[in-house]
């Protein structure tokens, strides 16, 4: 791109250049072939006026002698190559060879004035060569021509350095300072060494637009990330809303088992039946469901816990750790999965994947639910293509309405009711399969057949480069 400005310039320059020069040259060189052209008649036209009469009184004497001097005289010119004397008796006199080409042509009424009467005594007719002068032109117009060309040169140079230097120079560090802004250097601003000092120069308006639009950017941005930041909340406090629900379902029966529990320990020792081995048995199925209990909190612990670093992590453990956080609610709604994942390893945030699998477990679920007089199914495929991974999640809920697939996407957009869902929960799953697993998160409705029964339902599907780099931390978005 910054050749393509000099490029250009200097070829434009050069190109405006030579037309001058060309024109320069022609006008040169017609001037000087109009000027001796004429410097040329002049000096035949001074034979009528300073020879002819002395070549009459010749003619009028009958002085052959002299008339052949004189022609002799006129011929050995440089310009002159033949000399012709027609007299009124028709008596012809010529001295030098005829031309046809590339000659002047004059002819001359030869008189005699005696008594104030003019008598006509012949005719005086002058072949001039122009061979001469054009050899002369010839090697004027080379000289032109090289001198032009020489003052093309410099004039077009010392044109392209301080076109270069004022203006393709700062130009072209604009194009190299636009092509290299990023996220990590939006602080540094554009400076341009502009010589010219006016407060309203072009380039310092144009650099001082560059940097306003930087600004504004980063205040664009600002502003993005804490909106973001609002939504990531508003996600994770949903996230908890929806876990602190599965702790319900999952606590209810261990709970339940610890409550029947101690009413027998009571009931027994009431009347006089409780012995050791019954002591015993009790409270093991107690400590059994404390230590469940104690488990699934750590579960839970586990998901909500930040972590910044990226590690190794397989695939079928992220969601191992997903189903354990879900299943209840999902057993309660006889939903079943129908598993195919292979045995992945990946690189990046696992907490991140499990909140992107909740989110979508959690959305085909309340789908789900809604049908009825049908088997509910939930479809997983993990597997490794073209140095991608893909994980493709599929339901058999009838699929999403075409006229709103393309937006599920968008932040606070839901096909729930109000107060069933908020709108963020895909939106945030996309964030962060796009920006901090560099990968893509798509949706499409599929028609499928599973145990000879025809299905239609929503697939999701993401996307991540194996080969994603080690080095990267996850940024709060």
């Not at 027609?86 to 030869?110: L, M, P, R």
Request: neutral net charge; aromatic residues 10%.
């Amino acid at each position: 791109m910054q050749n393509k400005i000099s490029y250009k310039l200097i070829f434009l320059i050069f190109l405006i250049s030579l037309v001058v020069t060309s024109i320069s040259v022609y006008i040169q060189i017609k001037k000087q072939y109009e000027n001796q052209l004429n410097s040329f008649e002049k000096s035949l036209n001074s034979i009528e006026k300073n020879q002819v009469p002395i070549l009459s009184q010749s003619l009028w004497n009958i002085d052959d002698l002299a008339v052949n001097i004189f022609l002799k005289n006129l011929v050995n010119n440089e310009k002159v190559i033949y000399a012709e004397i027609i007299e009124n008796d028709e008596k012809t006199i010529s001295v030098g060879k005829i031309k046809k080409i590339n000659i002047i042509k004059k002819e001359f009424e030869i008189e005699k004035v005696i008594d104030s009467k003019i008598h006509k005594i012949g005719e005086l007719i002058v072949i001039a060569d122009l061979a001469p002068m054009y050899k002369e032109l010839k090697s004027n117009v080379i000289s032109i021509i090289f001198t032009e060309i020489i003052k093309m040169l410099l004039i077009s140079l010392s044109i392209i350095f301080f076109m270069k230097k004022l203006l393709t120079n700062p130009l072209e560090k604009m194009a190299l300072y636009a092509n290299q802004l990023s996220l990590e250097n939006l602080h540094k601003p554009l400076k341009i060494n502009n010589t010219t000092k006016a407060k309203f120069n072009e380039l310092n308006i144009l650099t001082e637009s560059i940097n306003t639009m930087r600004v504004n950017l980063i205040k664009q941005i600002n502003q993005s990330e804490e909106k973001n930041n609002i939504l990531a909340q508003q996600s994770k406090l949903a996230a908890m809303g929806e876990m602190i629900g599965n702790i319900a379902h999952q606590w209810r029966q261990p709970l339940s088992l610890i409550t029947t529990t101690a009413s027998g320990i009571k009931l027994n020792y009431e009347i006089g039946a409780l012995d050791k081995e019954k002591v015993d048995n009790y409270t093991s199925k107690i400590i059994n469901s404390a230590y469940y209990l104690s488990d699934t909190i750590d579960d839970f612990k586990d998901f909500f816990k930040p972590n910044k670093n990226k590690k190794y992590f397989k695939i079928s453990n992220a969601f191992e750790r997903t189903f354990t956080l879900l299943n209840s609610q999902f057993i309660n709604n006889n939903i079943s999965f129908i598993k195919n994942i292979e045995d992945i390893e990946i690189y990046g945030f696992e907490n991140e994947l499990i909140q992107v699998l909740i989110n979508i477990l959690n959305n085909a679920k309340d789908e789900l639910i809604n049908k009825k007089d049908q088997k509910l199914f939930i479809f997983i495929d993990v597997f490794f293509k073209d140095n991608n991974v893909c994980i493709c999640i599929k339901d058999n809920a009838g699929g999403i309405e075409d006229s709103v697939i393309n937006r599920i996407f968008e932040p606070y957009f839901t096909t729930k009711h109000q107060s069933q869902g908020t709108g963020i929960g895909l939106y945030m799953s996309e964030e962060i399969v796009s920006k901090h697993m560099k990968g893509k998160l798509s949706v499409q409705n599929v028609d499928f057949e599973y145990e000879h029964i025809n299905y239609k339902g929503a697939e999701f599907k993401i996307v991540i480069n194996k080969n994603e780099k080690k080095d990267q931390k996850l940024e709060d978005i």
